[in-house]
């Protein structure tokens, strides 16, 4: 008697490896812990996604539509301010959006933004979700000088915001939230 064959989609397989990846850690994550998870064999998994690193891709993404979403809607929010205040601004609600990622989903940013993620940085589907503030600075109306500054200086605040978050998260600083925004703030008036 032949073997009932599942059929699974791929936001299915999506699905449980942001999970695993989420409450387990990336170290975790294999095609044999995800098969487990979803009752199926590992060969099956190969079937939808070449290898794991296509399936990291798609969590990477989903992490960073998600980390977007966090700010777009914070930005919403905001008035239109003065092109220097709406920058500070603008820079602050993306250091808040990152700080609130990274705690709500911990082991996703170690993905997306650590060594396991850096091979997504040269993938040609997800490297712009790298490096956001740079290239937002093509939107914002400026002279070409203070547009080529103004994507040094976010590239440098990310740097800042995403190394503040690392340490954080790794415990090599375990310095509480309000501290945490202390150097955000002391970094923004630096920078701008």
Same mark, same amino acid.
């Given at each position: 008697?032949?073997?009932?064959?599942? #059929?699974?989609?791929?936001?299915?397989?999506?699905?449980?490896?942001?999970?695993? *990846?989420?409450?387990?850690? *990336?170290?975790?994550?294999?095609?044999?812990?995800?098969?487990?998870?979803?009752?199926?064999?590992?060969?099956?998994?190969?079937?939808?996604?070449?290898?794991?690193? $296509? #399936?990291?891709?798609?969590?990477?993404?989903?992490?960073?539509? #998600?980390?977007?979403?966090?700010?777009?809607?914070?930005?919403? $929010?905001?008035?239109?301010?003065?092109?220097?205040?709406?920058? /500070?601004?603008?820079?602050? #609600?993306?250091?808040?959006?990152?700080?609130?990622?990274?705690?709500?989903?911990?082991?996703?940013?170690?993905?997306?933004?650590? $060594?396991?993620?850096? !091979?997504?940085?040269?993938?040609?589907?997800?490297?712009?979700?790298?490096?956001?503030?740079?290239?937002?600075?093509?939107?914002?109306?400026?002279?070409?000088?203070?547009?080529?500054?103004? !994507? /040094?200086?976010?590239? %440098?605040? $990310?740097?800042?915001?995403?190394?503040?978050?690392?340490?954080?998260?790794? !415990?090599?600083?375990?310095?509480?939230?309000?501290?945490?925004?202390?150097?955000?703030?002391?970094? %923004?008036?630096? %920078?701008?």
């Amino acid at each position: 008697m032949a073997r009932k064959k599942l #059929i699974f989609d791929r936001q299915k397989i999506i699905d449980s490896s942001f999970n695993i *990846i989420l409450n387990e850690g *990336i170290d975790a994550f294999t095609a044999r812990r995800l098969a487990l998870e979803l009752k199926i064999s590992s060969m099956t998994v190969y079937n939808y996604y070449k290898n794991i690193d $296509e #399936i990291k891709k798609e969590v990477v993404i989903r992490g960073f539509s #998600i980390l977007y979403k966090m700010f777009f809607n914070a930005m919403q $929010e905001q008035e239109r301010l003065s092109t220097k205040d709406y920058i /500070k601004r603008l820079c602050r #609600i993306f250091a808040t959006s990152m700080i609130n990622f990274a705690r709500e989903y911990k082991e996703i940013y170690v993905l997306m933004f650590t $060594e396991h993620g850096s !091979k997504f940085r040269k993938d040609h589907e997800t490297r712009l979700f790298y490096n956001f503030l740079p290239q937002l600075a093509d939107r914002i109306r400026l002279g070409q000088d203070e547009r080529a500054d103004l !994507k /040094k200086k976010f590239y %440098l605040y $990310e740097i800042i915001i995403q190394g503040l978050i690392m340490e954080k998260i790794r !415990k090599a600083n375990d310095f509480p939230r309000h501290q945490l925004d202390e150097y955000v703030d002391f970094s %923004l008036d630096c %920078l701008f």
